[in-house]
């Protein structure tokens, strides 16, 4: 199970723009996907954009929300993904995290099923935007 830990969240007025990044724990593989997810304070975690693995051809998916705004990209000579948000709302305020997704080819429903069974989801980063 490779391990993932997010990083990079902090304090923006809205209309602005942050890059999460990703940096994946052992040696560097792009067999996998790379998720993004957020969980904002009373609401349930959600997935946010996906990277797939080498065999789908780095296919990436955005739910509707982040779709024009949000940008996955992954750097696998670094083992790094990054996730670079623009025109942030304050509905964009949530602890946002990374995890491999059950499968390797992103989708909504690969999306939505890691969001509900997957176990450890790491430290997350708090991402705040300021009305």
């Known amino acids: 199970e490779v391990q993932l830990q997010a990083s990079g969240g902090g304090l923006v007025q809205a209309g602005g723009s942050l890059r999460l990044s990703c940096v994946a724990a052992?040696?560097?593989?792009?067999?996998?996907?790379i998720g993004w997810f957020r969980q904002a304070p009373g609401k349930a975690r959600e997935g946010i954009a996906c990277i797939s693995g080498r065999e789908y051809g780095r296919l990436t998916w955005y739910t509707d929300s982040a779709k024009d705004r949000f940008i996955v990209s992954r750097d696998n000579a670094r083992n790094t993904a990054y996730l670079q948000m623009n025109y942030l709302t304050p509905e964009d305020t949530a602890a946002y995290y990374c995890?491999?997704?059950?499968?390797?080819?992103?989708?909504?429903?690969?999306?939505?099923?890691?969001?509900?069974?997957?176990?450890?989801w790491g430290r997350g980063t708090q991402v705040t935007v300021s009305s």
């Open positions: 995890a491999a997704p059950l499968s390797p080819r992103c989708g909504v429903a690969t999306m939505t099923a890691t969001s509900k069974f997957t176990d450890s």
């Open positions: 052992g040696p560097a593989s792009d067999d996998y996907g």
